[in-house]
């Protein structure tokens, strides 16, 4: 069984930083593109960015020069670093994983993670 468990949310000033953790585990061949997306309170899901399995990025207008996405393909992990952070950016952050497993092909999404900006 595939999990995707997150850490590195939490409380910080505009202006401040934070490094989100997605680690994937279970019975797990291979792994394709990674990604954040995020959801803010009455809104839907937006995507943040991706990695591909090639360490091709992709970066939503809103997060380009501010969040660095990047993956430890031995740790099965996704990183997000985020700077010069907004309440705008308050969400909850969730990973998610094209992952071929055990149990077939299919994306995988970690559990979210709460991240809160104050002005």
């Known amino acids: 069984q595939v999990q995707l468990l997150e850490s590195g949310g939490g409380l910080v000033q505009a202006g401040g930083s934070l490094r989100l953790s997605c680690a994937a585990s279970g019975s797990i061949f291979s792994i394709g593109a990674m990604g954040w997306y995020r959801q803010a309170p009455g809104k839907q899901r937006e995507f943040v960015a991706q990695?591909?399995?090639?360490?091709?990025?992709t970066y939503a207008d809103s997060v380009k020069g501010r969040f660095t996405i990047s993956r430890d393909s031995v740790r099965r992990t996704v990183y997000l670093q985020m700077d010069s952070l907004q309440p705008e950016d308050t969400a909850v952050y969730s990973c998610?994983?094209?992952?071929?497993?055990?149990?077939?092909?299919?994306?995988?999404w970690g559990q979210g993670t709460q991240v809160t900006v104050s002005s």
């Open positions: 998610n994983m094209l992952i071929v497993s055990a149990g077939g092909t299919g994306a995988f």
């Open positions: 990695i591909t399995s090639g360490g091709t990025t």
